[in-house]
């Protein structure tokens, strides 16, 4: 079993809509949660990054873990096309500095 | 204003022939990373460098070697590539491994290098 699991889709959504990306993982060890977006061809760039369980706001973007399910989600809002990205959620364990990425999840915002 | 740059971005080599990707990074962040990443892949760490003291991941094959002459730059060594390690080679770089507040420290990326062995 992976640590860290997110559905790679694709998803597909028309421009406008809610968006809610998911990843789920194992280890309660993980304390330190991310959240990146890929485009193709180019490398990851840092979308969110939380300490805490609850939610955290930047712009269109928010971020929510509940440490208690293991369970972390990023929420968009008024997707636009340019949103259209790989998005990769990612952890560290306390104390550490490793990356541990789940596999990411393709989205494709459509006009 | 690249802050992690990566050459070249697309590299051809082929089965067995060395072969050196470089990272250079104008952050001046004392820690260095390379990952790869197969396609529809999560990026795997290979290893990392604090400074001069450089740290292996356990599973990373001996194939691949790194080294960091100065703190700007940090090359991949692939000393025999086979077809299984084509990929896209992702370096990151971060200021300190824990921050000041005692927080992991984020990592930024490079736009990596996409390896094809022949």
């Known amino acids: 079993q992976k640590e860290v699991e997110q559905d790679p889709g694709p998803l597909s959504v028309p421009e406008g809509a809610i968006v809610s990306l998911n990843c789920t993982y194992s280890?309660?060890?993980?304390?330190?949660f991310m959240w990146y977006r890929q485009y193709s061809r180019k490398g990851p760039e840092l979308l969110m990054y939380?300490?805490?369980?609850g939610n955290k706001e930047d712009g269109r973007f928010t971020a929510q873990v509940d440490k208690s399910s293991k369970y972390i989600s990023l929420f968009i809002r008024d997707s636009q096309p340019s949103d259209s990205a790989t998005y990769l959620c990612?952890?560290?364990?306390?104390?550490?500095?490793?990356?541990?990425f789940g596999t990411g999840t393709q989205l494709k915002v459509e006009l | 204003d690249a802050m992690v740059i990566q050459n070249p971005r697309y590299q051809v080599t082929q089965f067995g022939k060395p072969v050196t990707l470089s990272c250079s990074q104008t952050?001046?962040?004392?820690?260095m990373y390379w990952y790869q990443q197969k396609s529809s892949q999560a990026p795997k760490l290979l290893f990392h460098?604090?400074?001069?003291?450089?740290?292996n991941e356990a599973d990373t094959p001996d194939n691949f070697q790194s080294r960091r002459p100065n703190t700007s730059f940090c090359f991949l060594d692939i000393r025999s590539p086979g077809l299984g390690d084509a990929a896209m080679y992702l370096c990151?770089?971060?200021?300190?491994?824990?921050?000041?507040?005692?927080?992991?420290?984020?990592?930024?990326f490079g736009p990596g290098t996409r390896l094809t062995v022949l």
């Open positions: 990151a770089t971060s200021r300190d491994l824990i921050s000041a507040g005692g927080l992991t420290d984020t990592q930024y």
């Open positions: 280890n309660s060890a993980f304390q330190y």
């Open positions: 939380t300490y805490s369980s």
């Open positions: 990612a952890m560290i364990k306390g104390g550490g500095n490793k990356l541990t």
């Open positions: 952050l001046n962040h004392n820690v």
């Open positions: 460098y604090y400074d001069k003291d450089f740290n």
